[in-house]
């Protein structure tokens, strides 16, 4: 999904190592707090939580909403919670989250992945754990929930509804465009489908 927000061109993209006063394209202004962004607004910014709190610290919404009054989240929920873990369970085990390119794909599909029983466990009990934090901290919030599957089937009413949500204005031809321009490729290979019997038969 980030992909395809970017392919929009209308959020400023966060490169590697790049400060968040970088990033949010601020001149002659250091953004050292969120009281600056309260003095000094931003629009249309995308973040990862993992980003923001890199930067800000781990605060809760509350004390968020005090300088970005109009922040929205958007919560990623996999319906299949089975998969989910075993896909990230394979990420980690190879240190490898994200493919766009099909040469690289294919190298990550041959190189073999050892099943390990803790492990995996380890990975399902991390994504449930993941989605009760995130329950518990957007519960009284405005947010967006986002099915993955939807996304997968349905891109472009997936963002068009992100959009309509948060407000945005983005022409349908951009949006098509965007989707059209994704290169991240869907990571999926032979240990995929034995780690997904194990772990139903672990749980």
């Not at 299949?80 to 490898?96: H, N, P």
């Not at 995130?134 to 919030?141: L, P, S």
């Not at 993955?148 to 204005?169: A, K, V």
Request: charged share 30%; with cysteine; hydrophobic share 35%.
């Amino acid at each position: 999904m980030c992909q395809i927000l970017n392919n929009t061109q209308l959020f400023p993209v966060m490169k590697n190592n790049e400060t968040f006063n970088e990033w949010f394209g601020v001149k002659n202004r250091m953004h050292s707090g969120l009281e600056d962004f309260k003095e000094t607004p931003v629009s249309y910014c995308k973040v990862h939580r993992s980003q923001f709190v890199s930067f800000f610290g781990d605060i809760d919404d509350a004390f968020i909403r005090t300088y970005l009054p109009d922040v929205r989240y958007v919560v990623i929920r996999r319906k299949d919670v089975i998969s989910q873990a075993v896909s990230f369970y394979l990420a980690k085990k190879s240190s490898t989250f994200t493919i766009v390119d099909a040469n690289q794909l294919k190298l990550w599909q041959e190189n073999p992945v050892e099943i390990n029983d803790d492990e995996l466990l380890s990975a399902y009990d991390e994504i449930k754990d993941c989605y009760g934090k995130w329950d518990k901290y957007i519960c009284n919030t405005p947010h967006i929930d986002i099915d993955y599957e939807d996304l997968i089937n349905d891109s472009r009413q997936t963002i068009e509804h992100i959009f309509n949500q948060t407000g945005i204005d983005c022409d349908d031809r951009i949006i098509k465009k965007a989707i059209q321009n994704v290169t991240v490729k869907k990571m999926c290979k032979t240990e995929t489908e034995i780690a997904k019997r194990r772990l139903l038969e672990l749980l």
